[in-house]
């Protein structure tokens, strides 16, 4: 079957092609843009040109905007759903490294022979009813209707769409009859384009509320929380607040993304979950007994123990770094290299960050020796992991370096102070800073296959400058050139 279908062009022609569709070369650039209530009219007519808007309306839809959390509450949500057995679908944003991990199907990014068919087949249609008034779509514009053409064509029993910013003016706003609405925690992001209030941001993220179709939030700060609910009795939105993940209703498991916020997104990932079950009938068939005393059903803790998100929480082992097999490396250092990944980019997501990472780096000795162990007894063929004695962790020597960086329109002088003295409230401090460039363009799509640019000693560095005295600041009160960097 494979082998009939016609020859598509090549993976990075597809790339190239997206990156056509980008309206701005730099975040925060302002461009000739049409009104925003303009910009859902094209939509609707985009969804049209595609012939897909039947079946749109046919989709079994969570929708879920925020601020923070709406990614990992999407990834738990698709997690469950699947361990329910049912087939899934799964649009976030942004992406890593490649494009095509924005689209799940039953937990796994889609392949690139389906992607460039789906893409392919939506870019001919679009481009070949291209008018003056009617040009082809904005980047996340075409992502969002490409989401909608995989989800129908693979025919998943149900899709979680993440909402790209905002909310009531987003792409995927076109949504008319979703089965439930989340909203993650709010704050202040994005308010070049939301506002700067935390009440007109939450107005913006409850634009995605349907008359009288469900609602579940977290709780908020009354300023957000007020909007939302008054947004909600104009609708008849019956809305509830999802109380965070109880701990012991895990029954031992641990969450599949690490960090003290991920039970607040839990929590309303269960909710949007047993609520889309029971308003598509699915609810009594799989689980007579329901939540017997409270108690979470299995399938639901096998996605919430297995849910994965690159790039939140993310602990990455290199045991494989040349002073890891050097033999001359000191009696108090064994080469390991462990990185902490996390994408915060707001204040209280910083902090959110700054947490996680301090309370894993204390038990950092413990548990890379038993990865290790882990590891090396698992190629040979068991299993079973392998406790690592407790006096051969006394003599390790760890340090904590930063690496970071963040785009031009976020403010640094809030985000790296709120970092630093988190981690140094909880007891750790930072060694050493590093402020790296960064690789990717805003103006190019890549895909992990893309030649990754050799001019960065012709880049320039002002950015990564700038942040270094500010590093400065931070740590020690004065200005000048950094022994950090």
Not at 56 to 63: N, Y
Not at 349 to 370: I, Q, R, T, Y
Request: charged share 20%.
């Amino acid at each position: 079957m494979r082998n009939s279908l016609p020859q598509l062009p090549s993976y990075e022609s597809a790339m190239e092609a997206l990156s056509s569709l980008i309206r701005q070369k730099r975040r925060g650039e302002m461009v000739s843009a049409i009104s925003k209530e303009e910009k859902l009219v094209k939509m609707r007519k985009y969804i049209e040109i595609l012939g897909v808007g039947e079946c749109v309306k046919k989709l079994k839809i969570i929708h879920v905007a925020g601020t923070k959390g709406k990614g990992s509450t999407c990834t738990f949500c698709e997690a469950i759903l699947r361990e329910c057995g049912l087939r899934t679908g799964l649009f976030t944003s942004p992406h890593l490294i490649d494009v095509r991990e924005r689209f799940r199907i039953n937990g796994l990014d889609i392949s690139e022979d389906k992607f460039l068919q789906y893409f392919w087949a939506c870019w001919t249609q679009l481009k070949e009813n291209v008018t003056e008034h009617l040009p082809m779509p904005a980047l996340f514009q075409f992502l969002t209707l490409l989401a909608f053409k995989i989800f129908i064509d693979e025919e998943v029993d149900v899709a979680i769409i993440e909402v790209g910013l905002g909310g009531t003016y987003d792409s995927t706003n076109v949504i008319e009859e979703p089965i439930v609405c989340g909203i993650t925690s709010l704050g202040m992001d994005h308010m070049e384009i939301l506002g700067d209030s935390l009440g007109m941001i939450a107005s913006h993220k409850a634009g995605i509320l349907k008359p009288q179709v469900p609602a579940f939030t977290v709780p908020q700060l009354p300023e957000a929380m007020d909007v939302i609910q008054k947004k909600a009795r104009e609708l008849m939105v019956p809305l509830e607040v999802a109380e965070p993940l109880d701990v012991k209703k895990l029954d031992g498991l641990k969450l599949g993304m690490s960090g003290d916020h991920q039970f607040v997104n839990s929590g309303l990932a269960v909710s949007l979950c047993k609520c889309w079950l029971q308003r598509t009938g699915n609810w009594e068939r799989m689980f007579l007994n329901g939540f017997k005393g409270a108690k979470i059903p299995a399938a639901f803790l096998r996605g919430l123990s297995t849910a994965n998100l690159s790039g939140r929480a993310q602990i990455v082992y290199d045991c494989y770094t040349p002073s890891f097999h050097s033999t001359t490396q000191s009696d108090n250092s064994n080469g390991d290299l462990v990185f902490y990944l996390d994408g915060a980019h707001s204040p209280e997501s910083m902090e959110a960050c700054a947490s996680w990472f301090s309370s894993v780096v204390k038990g950092n000795h413990k548990s890379l020796n038993c990865f290790r162990a882990k590891t090396m007894d698992r190629d040979s063929g068991n299993d079973d992991p392998v406790e690592v004695p407790q006096e051969a962790e006394s003599t390790k020597l760890s340090k904590q370096i930063l690496l970071f960086n963040c785009m031009e329109v976020r403010d640094p002088h809030i985000l790296l102070p709120r970092l630093v003295n988190t981690c140094a409230s909880s007891g750790v401090h930072f060694s050493k800073a590093l402020f790296v460039p960064t690789m990717s363009t805003y103006s190019k799509v890549s895909s992990g296959n893309s030649v990754t640019p050799s001019d960065n000693i012709s880049k320039d560095l002002s950015w990564q400058l700038n942040l270094q005295r500010l590093w400065e600041k931070v740590m020690h009160g004065k200005d000048g050139i950094s022994s950090f960097y």
